[in-house]
């Protein structure tokens, strides 16, 4: 026979409470809440990663390799780096799923001139990678392993989508400095201290549809700035200053002009999710980073073509080697960071070896050309 043990109510409760506790207690640790007793989120093969996991720093673009999506940022300075550590590199690949924004619009690593101040969220390096070897008298920079990208933006970008911009303060046009706070296109409260940037004879001032001069600048007018060399002089040097809205629309739509054309001739990228082998049907999610209107060129009851993509995107050869057949459906599944929300069934003609779960496809819409890319592009054939 058993017998009833009493338990305190006391120790009843943190029973009771524990599972909850434990589904509360976070699982890595964020920018917002800075928990150093927990580990940063580790990307994981074929999987989208959790709102909020990401780091942000920001620095300057020193180096690419548009190609493999790969380049190097000289980190901007803060307050956590001691004097020796300063403007130290940190070599970066973006993920497959990996976005780039310029001028407001959606970019490839190739649209972005080397000098540019990028702002960037990352993820902690593989376990497997060994990093970076050190070049500056074995110093490393605090954000050395976070190298793997989910976004790069410039300053453009990134002030407009958290809406936003700078108010001219006050121009010394002896000097070439021009002061500017930092505002809320909503409406909030403006920054509580103004920043002092440089205007050189290369800066480039944009007002309407023409280029105007640093003598159209005036005070009071409200700007988007795009900056280089970021915290090597005060807070940098501007390279573009957009002065009103029609010329930020134009940067705009010139750059998504680029991205398109640029999709096009490559594809639209996501990862295979499922293949049903019997049926040779393909679940592709195509990633996000794209201007939703090419998304809108996948119509079910057309056809679509299919190519071989590696992480970097690179394809191998897209004119031969590539196989298409009938769009079944085109559904909205959630948003997750990195997704599109776009989830694609096809049918091609045969599965190729690169139609498995969790590999990188590129897909070409029903009336996209599908041309011949740079050489040095492809991954096949390999030269000797």
């Known amino acids: 026979m058993y017998k009833t043990m009493r338990v305190p109510l006391a120790l009843l409760a943190c029973f009771l409470l524990a599972p909850a506790a434990l589904a509360e207690e976070p699982a890595f640790r964020t920018d917002a809440d800075g928990d150093e007793r927990l580990p940063w989120f580790q990307i994981q093969p074929g999987e989208f990663p959790p709102e909020g996991s990401a780091h942000y720093y920001s620095g300057e673009l020193i180096a690419l390799d548009h190609v493999n999506r790969r380049g190097t940022l000289r980190v901007d300075r803060t307050d956590a780096q001691r004097r020796s550590h300063w403007d130290l590199p940190v070599d970066f690949r973006l993920l497959p799923y990996g976005a780039i924004y310029y001028h407001g619009a959606p970019a490839a690593l190739r649209d972005i001139p080397i000098g540019t101040h990028l702002h960037g969220l990352f993820y902690i390096k593989d376990p497997s990678d060994p990093g970076m070897k050190p070049e500056f008298y074995n110093r ?166 299919a190519v071989v993509a590696e992480p970097s995107l690179r394809s191998y050869d897209q004119v031969n080697d590539r196989k298409g057949g009938p769009l079944l459906s085109v559904e909205s599944i959630p948003v997750e960071p990195g997704s599109s929300g776009v989830q694609i069934r096809f049918q091609p003609s045969l599965l190729l070896e690169g139609f498995r779960p969790d590999r990188i496809v590129r897909i070409f819409p029903s009336g996209w050309p599908i041309e011949s890319i740079p050489q040095e592009e492809r991954l096949w054939p390999a030269r000797d």
């Not at 990134?158 to 021009?178: N, P, Q």
């Not at 005036?218 to 573009?240: D, E, H, K, S, Y």
């Open 140 to 305: 490393e920079s605090l954000e050395v392993d976070f190298n793997q990208a989910f976004l790069l933006e410039d300053d453009f970008s990134h002030y407009a989508r958290k809406k936003r911009a700078w108010r001219i303060d006050a121009i010394d046009r002896e000097t070439g400095e021009l002061t500017a706070v930092e505002v809320d296109l909503d409406g909030g409260r403006p920054a509580e201290k103004p920043s002092t940037f440089d205007i050189v004879p290369a800066t480039r001032v944009w007002q309407g549809r023409r280029i105007a001069t640093p003598a159209d600048l005036a005070p009071g007018q409200i700007v988007q700035l795009n900056l280089t060399w970021a915290t090597l002089f005060g807070p940098g040097r501007c390279t573009n200053v957009w002065i009103d809205d029609e010329s930020r629309a134009v940067a705009t739509a010139q750059q998504l002009a680029v991205h398109h054309q640029h999709q096009r001739e490559r594809g639209l990228a996501g990862w295979v999710d499922e293949v049903d082998n019997q049926k040779r049907i393909v679940t592709v999610t195509l990633f996000g980073g794209v201007d939703s209107k090419l998304l809108e060129s996948l119509q079910p009851n057309t056809t679509v073509t």
